[in-house]
């Protein structure tokens, strides 16, 4: 999404410090001529966003991990205006493989790539006309349609919600799947769970207007709790955590799932957390970046698309809460994730990748 989390995202030009902080650099092991270095710049969410940004650097890292002769680098974007530059640097490094993170920087990265054509670059939620930008896509709508089954599974008011960060494919693709997942729960039970937030059909709902600010995620979620709502699903990458962290001091009057990177593991709210729809950018970055190191050529069509089927996409496990989980709603959860793994079962989205 966004999507997302905005997340994640000297020697260096002067560019570079006017445009974000100097990036994390790792420099051991083999000479600077036997050096495959890959370059990461990030969107406006920032290396710490607990979502899609901070699981591309991940990635990246280890990608270091398998090969040590990869060199890694980063640089947070502040503003928009911020990804151009941030890239160009990079290329002025003759960084061997530049990622951006986010649909959020299709433009810049299409601009960019289209004026130095032997440059490869890679990025995160976006596909772009351009052959030497390797895309990594991500058919959230599958995960995000069983989680939308189990939060009416899970709701006790009858009423569960999304909201996202900005309305952009990469985050409403999670909020369409939500939503249907809703509404194959309350066909499947005779039930009516009501779904806050999001209406698929006009593609209209609720946006904090930024990845960042968690007042904000916390002023749409409380809106949505007043209407009844007693599990969030935030599509805000770090904005979300305003939702998170409201949630976890409710003392269980609701509770949250988080997306792209399992939350029990990147937040500090897991005890608010039902479940988190994965993103797994961290593999689909490593494997890139991998191949590319190999001097291996990354093929722009099909470029990589993340499913059910191939553990693109996923939901985490239920920590906390599995314990809470009723047996029988997490048996129809896994059948429905045969199902749409299979092919029986078809999630449909406006957003996504085609």
């Known amino acids: 999404m966004r999507i997302v989390s905005v997340f994640a995202v000297g020697g260096l030009a002067l560019g570079a410090a006017a445009c974000g902080e100097a990036p994390d650099e790792s420099n051991e092991g083999g000479t600077a001529a036997e050096k495959y270095t890959a370059c990461m710049v990030t969107d406006v969410g920032g290396i710490d966003d607990k979502s899609f940004n901070t699981s591309a650097w991940a990635g990246l890292q280890a990608a270091k991990a398998a090969n040590p002769n990869i060199d890694i680098k980063n640089t947070s974007s502040k503003a928009e205006a911020d990804y ?15 990622l951006a993170v986010g649909g959020l920087m299709s433009g810049a990265t299409s601009k960019i790539a289209k004026a130095n054509p032997e440059q490869q670059f890679g990025i995160v939620d976006s596909k772009l006309p351009e052959s030497n930008v390797f895309p990594m896509q991500f058919d959230t709508a599958q995960a995000a349609f069983l989680a939308g089954y189990l939060a009416a599974g899970m709701s006790k008011s009858g009423t569960v919600a999304t909201y ?4 952009i494919p990469p985050v409403t693709i999670f909020m369409d799947g939500f939503v249907d997942g809703v509404a194959q729960y309350n066909k499947a039970k005779g039930k ?9 059909a006009s593609q209209n709902g609720s946006f904090t207007n930024s990845f960042v600010k968690q007042d904000e995620g916390k002023k749409v979620s409380d809106a949505l709790v007043a209407q009844g709502a007693d599990i969030i699903m935030p599509v805000a990458g770090g904005a979300g955590l305003g939702t998170t962290a409201a949630a976890q001091a409710s003392a269980g009057k609701y509770s949250a799932i988080w997306v792209d990177t399992d939350g029990c593991q990147s937040t500090p709210n897991c005890p608010a957390l039902v479940t988190t729809v994965v993103k797994n950018i961290s593999d689909a970055v490593r494997d890139a970046v991998v191949t590319a190191a190999k001097g291996d050529k990354l093929a722009h069509d099909p470029g990589y698309l993340g499913t059910l089927a191939n553990n693109g996409v996923s939901l985490a496990p239920y920590h906390e809460f599995d314990s809470k989980v009723p047996a029988e709603l997490k048996a129809e959860v896994d059948k429905l994730k045969s199902d749409i793994a299979a092919g029986t079962v078809t999630v449909t989205s406006a957003a996504q990748p085609k």
């Open 192 to 200: 009516n769970v009501k779904a806050l937030g999001w209406d698929k």
């Open 84 to 98: 151009e530059p941030n890239l160009t640097q990079y290329v002025n490094q003759k960084c061997n493989f530049i």
């Open 164 to 167: 996202g960060g900005e309305k």
